[in-house]
């Protein structure tokens, strides 16, 4: 995906009610995101989060966020009946995406992972603000051929 995009890449899994990242690309690009590590890193707000709360059952994810999810920014949502069909749509589609709802100026977009027989994993891109829009359909297809190489093995 690095080679394709030269965004920063992901691959992570759930610990506890938060994203861990297990290995991370950083873009080589002058203006680029570099993720800050000792930060909440709930489910909710990001897009690997979301693309791994797609494959739990509502109960599990429910349990995962609680009654009040914790705002990040102006952007995260934290009614949970709204995260709820967000997650519904990451299901539908295969895509989550994080507009700003981390953090201020920052988007991602992730896809789940599934390997038999573990827990949840996802792989993500993420990019500054003003190049997401019009990247989605080339971060979409890089996803797609990271994620079908990875479940193919």
């Known amino acids: 995906m690095f080679q394709e995009t030269h965004e920063t890449v992901d691959f992570s899994t759930v610990y506890g009610k938060e994203v861990t990242f297990i290995e991370k690309i950083h873009s080589d690009q002058e203006i680029r995101v570099v ?10 707000a990001m897009s690997n989060g979301k693309a791994m709360l797609s494959m739990m059952s509502k109960s599990e994810i429910q349990s995962l966020l609680g009654s009040q999810p914790l705002k990040m920014t102006p952007h995260t949502k934290t009614n949970v009946k709204d995260i709820l069909n967000e997650i519904e749509t990451v299901k539908a589609t295969g895509y989550a995406y994080d507009f700003e709802e981390h953090s201020e100026g920052v988007c991602c977009i ?33 996803l797609n051929r990271c994620k079908n190489k990875i479940e193919l093995f």
Do not use: D
């Open 35 to 44: 993720p800050k590590s000792g930060r909440p890193m709930p489910l909710h």
């Open 110 to 142: 992730a896809s789940p992972i599934v390997i038999p027989g573990h827990r949840p994993y996802a792989i993500s891109i993420t990019v500054p603000f003003f190049r997401f829009k019009k990247n989605i359909p080339l971060f979409q297809e890089s």
